[in-house]
């Protein structure tokens, strides 16, 4: 479970102060949601299933990390990027042993598979890293900053910044590169792709490699906030996968926006209501989304036939 990034305000701050501080706090936590959101958006565009893998993604990146800089004593920039770079090898090997092998099969069975395939990096985590809490060094040793009322660390905004940029790069990457318009035009008509001579397989594999990293990213970024374990990828894939439905399933932008609407929603409720019930917020509004909205924010409507 995710540890509040901030400590508590002093007794005697008014509401307003508290409310930006607050809200600072929803947004670190949201942007993470976003990119695991964003994780999952990219494997159902290629795939149409829930890869409830991408969690351990998360949790990978970051126990990673910390091996690599306290265990093998290697500075913590290079630390980072073997540790995103090991997962999205992780990431390729799941697609190739686990989900191309039954492609054929139905998507709820594939669904099944992605959770089995989550159980099975949890325990593997577990045997390797154990149940302790493990800490990862902050990107940029400083004091917190001042912001208006709010105090904001500095990896808070390594948060924020890794974030922004891995929405651009993402974008970039879809607009102006051959094989991002090869992935958009498999998850708009693989049969379509094919004909073109796109290998769907290969942008399959593709799209959970991409996943991966950008899991491994949040992983990487979260871990000096939080600290990390084997489990801390479960609770913040459900909160991921709730993000993404909010948004829309399959739109990007709804991805970005249903982590923000999420994270800023649990920092309210466990400021102003109670910290025990910010779990369950996030599940809160998926409910009420399915209910009212199924499409979510930004998807479309299916249409009646």
Not at 21 to 26: I, N, P, R, S
Not at 40 to 61: H, K, P, R, S, W
Not at 257 to 269: D, N, P, Q, R, Y
Request: hydrophobic share 55%; proline share 5%.
């Amino acid at each position: 479970m995710p540890k509040p990034p901030f400590p508590c305000l002093e007794a005697g701050v008014g509401w307003h102060n508290q409310l930006i501080q607050y809200l600072v706090t929803g947004i670190t936590t949201g942007a993470i949601y976003a990119l695991v959101a964003l994780g999952f958006t990219i494997i159902y565009n290629a795939t149409e299933i829930i890869n409830f893998a991408q969690g351990e993604f998360v949790m990978l990146g970051g126990m990673i990390a910390v091996t690599m800089l306290a265990g093998l004593g290697l500075p913590l920039w290079l630390a980072v990027i073997l540790a995103i770079a090991a997962t999205m090898l992780i990431g390729l090997a799941f697609e190739r042993l686990a989900i191309r092998p039954v492609r054929k099969a139905s998507v709820m069975n594939l669904i099944i598979i992605t959770i089995g395939g989550s159980i099975l990096l949890k325990g593997a985590a577990m045997l390797i890293w154990g149940k302790d809490d493990h800490p990862l060094s902050a990107f940029t040793p400083a004091p917190p900053l001042h912001v208006f009322s709010a105090v904001v660390t500095t990896q808070s905004l390594w948060v924020m910044a890794g974030t922004v940029l891995a929405v651009i790069l993402l974008h970039v990457f879809y607009e102006r590169t051959i094989t991002g318009k090869a992935l958009r035009a498999c998850a708009f008509n693989p049969k379509a792709a094919r004909l073109c001579g796109i290998s769907v397989e290969r942008m399959i594999l593709f799209s959970f490699g991409l996943s991966a990293t950008l899991g491994a990213f949040a992983g990487v970024l979260i871990a000096p906030i939080t600290f990390t374990s084997y489990d801390v990828g479960t609770m913040l894939g459900l909160k991921g996968f709730c993000a993404a439905i909010l948004g829309g399933l399959g739109s990007n932008p709804g991805a970005i926006l249903g982590g923000l609407v999420i994270g800023v929603a649990e920092s309210l409720s466990s400021g102003y209501v109670s910290s025990g019930y910010k779990d369950a917020v996030a599940f809160l509004i998926l409910l009420l989304m399915l209910y009212f909205r199924p499409a979510g924010i930004l998807g479309k409507r299916a249409e009646k036939v």
